[in-house]
């Protein structure tokens, strides 16, 4: 009878694999998101490291964590999508399509809070948590972003 | 797809404090040679001269857990110890060490060990007696060879009955180079 392969020690695991983990993220996420979900998968991978009872598939099991917690990335993506209100539902937004227009050169981070902040008239805490960063983050996208507007409007 | 320094860092990084690791480890470079220095919960457990890195991950994982995995920050306290050691800045280490591993005769041997002031000699024979085996001078020779953390327990300032400098796990030259550092032998 063939004997079980060993789990290797988790040094060995995560260099023989990393790379192909990430590659698998940054198809299925982008290539931001996918920095945050490869230590996700990763950390995952550790929890339950010791419980694993040989070493056999092991990429094939790495494959599944990251494809998981691709999946747990964009759920939650889209629940925070879904918390920002129609934009039938807000009483005095910004002309939406001047809005689009004002902000559509701005970097995408800068420009989502300012559709929020002024098109949605949401508070910055909402906006961090919609981009999933701090109220305090949120607020300095926003203020950079109109910096950025106000020196192409004087241009 | 290359995984880039700073997200291997910061997973590392992430993976020792979030705690779920057995054993974290890192190679430290000295007047002695570049040193494998590895740390458990428990404290200091390794230290290795000339490593393999991939043969003592194996070997790690085999007595403390296979979650092993290179990880600098759990062990920064130790390397700068080490460097305040080797710059002359340090005559005692303030480490827990983790002798799990050791077995029954050789932990009390090393406890033992742990005693032998900075820049002294001792015999393998009066470790032995310290250690309640008298006549066991020939077993910490072994103790001695197998020390998992040589220099924080100075096994380098064990010599032989006629003060002959006998033998050391890492070699004879880096033996010594540490008793020369500590003012016990003539440079």
Not at chain 1, 95 to 108: A, D, F, H, I, Q
Not at chain 1, 112 to 134: C, H, K, P, Q, T
Not at chain 2, 33 to 57: F, K, M, N, Q, S
Request: one cysteine or more; hydrophobic letters at 40%; proline letters at 4%.
């Amino acid at each position: 009878m063939m004997e079980a392969v060993a789990v290797p020690p988790f040094e060995r695991f995560y260099e023989e694999h990393r790379n192909a983990v990430l590659g698998q993220l940054r198809r299925l996420l982008g290539r931001d998101a996918a920095d945050d979900a490869f230590q996700e998968t990763f950390l995952r991978a550790l929890r339950s490291y010791s419980k694993l009872k040989h070493g056999e598939h092991l990429r094939a099991w790495a494959l599944t964590i990251a494809r998981n917690v691709a999946i747990d990335t964009r759920r939650r993506e889209q629940i925070t999508s879904a918390d920002v209100p129609d934009l039938e539902s807000v009483d005095e937004p910004l002309p939406y399509e001047e809005l689009r227009r004002l902000t559509s050169k701005l970097p995408e981070k800068e420009r989502a809070a300012v559709f929020l902040r002024y098109g949605y008239d949401l508070s910055y805490e909402d906006i961090g948590s919609a981009l999933g960063s701090s109220a305090e983050a949120a607020r300095q996208a926003t203020s950079s972003g109109v910096r950025r507007l106000r020196r192409k409007e004087l241009r | 797809m290359t995984v880039s320094p700073d997200l291997d860092a910061r997973f590392r990084e992430a993976a020792a404090a979030e705690g779920l690791l057995d054993v974290a480890y890192e190679l430290h470079d000295t007047p002695v040679g570049r040193l494998l220095i590895a740390v458990t919960d428990h404290g200091l457990c390794e230290i290795h001269y000339d490593a393999d890195p991939e043969a003592e991950a194996e070997r790690l994982a085999r007595l403390f857990g296979n979650r092993v995995l290179r990880s600098a920050r759990p062990t920064d306290e130790a390397r700068r110890q080490l460097d305040e050691y080797f710059a002359g800045d340090r005559r005692e280490f303030d480490l827990s060490v983790d002798l799990r591993a050791a077995r029954e005769f050789g932990r009390a041997v090393l406890e033992e060990l742990a005693l032998v002031p900075y820049g002294e000699l001792t015999t393998y024979g009066t470790l032995a007696a310290k250690a309640g085996r008298p006549r066991a001078a020939r077993a910490v020779g072994t103790v001695m060879n197998r020390n998992p953390v040589p220099i924080v327990l100075p096994c380098h300032r064990v010599v032989g009955s006629t003060g002959s400098l006998v033998g050391y796990a890492g070699g004879l030259d880096r033996k010594r180079t540490l008793l020369e550092l500590e003012g016990a032998l003539l440079a």
